[in-house]
């Protein structure tokens, strides 16, 4: 930000530089009540409505950290909320039954997730069943980027050709372009239980068909 710019708050240092932050504040209270700050009107901040200044009852003072304030659209008054994988969940359980996950009181996420089966999985859209057992549903499967793509199936992405192919099985389709194994398979393997690779290929330049 520039120290000159009005909507900007900035703090000199010692060493004469500066650090800059903006005037606006994330008002206390749901998007739906959400109004122009008449205070800073080129500076497009934001201010609660005026129906939530004298709200009765007032609201009570919550237990949970403020990063844990969570206020509906259209409510003035916050509630406690849990994060988990970068999302708010509320209170008690939540997701897909067969996780079995619950956000406590204490503002911790538990999941209870089933035991992985004695042989693990080889796919990369792994699933449960009625009775929470893990499944491969589509069979052996591997995937580039959001693309879920069988065994001994090709699928043109983009300007690639991706495929599934070798005697064992990879996570990761073989493609046009180069590509390693991240951080995406590690999760994977962790959340539903699929097989870790005994041989990590090397990644080849394959003609298009």
Sequence with gaps: MNPEDACSVCDCMDDGSYDCRSVCLKPPCGTDLYRNDTNYPTCGCKVCSNICQNINPPCGELTCPTLNHYYEPNECCPECRCWYEGVMVPRGRFGPACDNCRCKANMEVICDRPACPAVKLKCV?????????????????????????????????????????????????????????????????????????????????????
């Excluded at 539903?192 to 080849?204: A, I, Q």
């Design 125 to 209: 859209d792994a699933t449960f069943d009625k009775d929470c057992n893990y499944i491969c549903p589509n069979g052996k499967t591997c995937s580039q980027g959001p693309h879920v793509i069988k065994y001994g199936e090709f699928k043109k992405i983009g300007n690639k050709v991706c495929m599934c192919v070798g005697s064992d099985w990879y996570p990761h389709a073989f493609c046009a372009k180069p590509m390693q194994l991240g951080d995406d398979f590690k999760k994977l393997m962790r959340r539903r239980c699929v097989d870790n690779p005994s041989t990590f290929p090397t990644w080849k330049e394959i003609a298009a068909l």
